[in-house]
Nanobody
Framework: QVQLVESGGGLEQAGGSLRLSCTAS????????MGWYRQAPGKQRELVAT???????NYADSVKGRFTISRDNANRIIDLQMNSLKPQDTAVYYC???????????????WGQGTQVTVSS
């Protein structure tokens, strides 16, 4: 079984910081792109940040300069450091992994269960 397990999140005041982590578990050989997405109530899921196996990153304009994504390939972990949080960052944050090679064959577009981030003003 291949799965993504998220941790972190919670309630923070505006201007504060939170850190999210996501671990890919199972017999995984390689992972292409990993990333974080978020979905606020009544809105569509949107990209927050992605990172590929070489460390190249991509950020949504709304989080550039405030959020940092990092990746540990050996341990199949990605982190999202979120600084200078704003109330509009409130959402459920989902970890995503794409183009995995596993003992059970290739896997695409794998999602975690989501973790709530709430930023109070």
């Amino acid at each position: 079984q291949v799965q993504l397990v998220e941790s972190g999140g919670g309630l923070e005041q505006a201007g504060g910081s939170l850190r999210l982590s996501c671990t890919a578990s199972g017999r995984i050989f390689t992972i292409g792109v990993m990333g974080w997405y978020r979905q606020a109530p009544g809105k569509q899921r949107e990209l927050v940040a992605t990172i590929d196996s070489g460390g190249s990153t991509n950020y949504a304009d709304s989080v550039k300069g405030r959020f940092t994504i990092s990746r540990d390939n050996a341990n199949r972990i990605i982190d999202l450091q979120m600084n200078s949080l704003k109330p509009q960052d409130t959402a459920v944050y989902y970890c995503n992994a794409d183009r995995l090679t596993t003992a059970w064959g290739p896997r695409y577009d794998l999602w975690g269960q989501g973790t709530q981030v709430t930023v109070s003003s």
